[in-house]
């Protein structure tokens, strides 16, 4: 018998993706990329059109930050683009080992290892600490690489409905073999609200779980010099052993880590095959990242100018009539429900001048499609004011 030519496999593959194609766009869940141009926190051009940039995660302002910007090009020049190799061979260099010194000094832990993105980083922290014979306990709006990782683990996952505290305890008691791992966001991606974390370390500690929180929307906004929602909540790390953070959003630039105890990070060095298979962060993105975190520490007016411009959106937001979800986050949704008239709205502001992307499944529940409204502390007073009167234009509260 024949084999199927190459044409004829082509054909299938072509006619599954087709189908894929076609039933996204029949559900109004098809994505496209869009250009952005531009250096500016909140100032952006994309199809050669000015717009307000409301779908950033630059929460402090700091991604085109000068100071950024000429640590990255000094260090590039001292030690090129590429790190050449995973750490673990020859890519871990001297300004990865500084980034991660002056980390663990921030935030109060023994050590920090680098990774190359938070996905990494969470995958690294959740396949080497469970196994089969484990469990994973889960707050059911994780972020998606923490489902993810709790899946590969090969550890029984079970997730409890949203902070629902009543929910995590019948769960931990149930959790009677191998170790138990409760898994949170510090504050949700989606939602904007911040977990329960005093309640969820204290249940942890009583069944003897170790909580994991990863707070990459919470580092650099919240708690004292921005240490994040772990600080906020005054937990220590006995409280919650392992945390993860990003560099991407608050500090505007690129990496990820995970914060702990040495034991901890050892293990990770030696187990976590997401660090140890990827090539090392670029030394010059982390020469970048040691400036923005003296950025973070020391320029609390951003912060400050930050939950000032929250209050004023919020505020503003309930004079118009217009319903937010409940966050003192920079993440400000505005549930929407259905997908095309969500894409609609969000097609009717970029007319206005304003980007806000809509969020909708499988990035959220089915029926919750949302404009994902994320603040900075790059946007003034007034520009908020005209998003808000745009929206309320759109939804007929003008």
Known sequence: MMADSPDHQTGLMDRWLDARAADRQKQHLERHRRVVIGNHPVE????ESPLL?????????????PDLVRSLKDA?????VGSGASALVTGYRREHQLLEQELAEFLQREKVLLCSSGYLANLAVTTSLAGKGDVIIQDKLCHASLIDAARLSDAELSRYGHVDMAALKRRLASANQGNTLVVSDGVFSMDGDTAPLKEMA???MEHKAWLVVDDAHGIGVSGPRGRGSVAAAGLSSEEVPVLT?????????FGAFVAGSEKLIDHLVNEARSYIYTTAMPPALAASARAALRRV?????????LKALIR???GGAKRRGLA???SDSPIQPMVIGDSRVTLELAAFLQQKGYLVVAMRPPTVRKGTSRLRITLSAGHRAEQLDGLLDAIALATGHA
């Open 202 to 204: 204290a249940l942890s």
């Open 324 to 326: 937010l979800m409940a």
């Open 312 to 314: 004023h959106f919020r």
């Open 245 to 253: 953070g990003t560099l991407g959003k608050a500090f505007g630039c």
């Open 44 to 47: 952006i051009l994309s199809n």
């Open 76 to 80: 590039a020049d001292c030690h090129g």
């Open 53 to 65: 940039n409301f779908s950033s995660n630059d929460y402090l302002g700091l991604a085109s930050h």
């Open 297 to 305: 520490i020391e320029d609390d007016w951003r912060r400050d100018h």
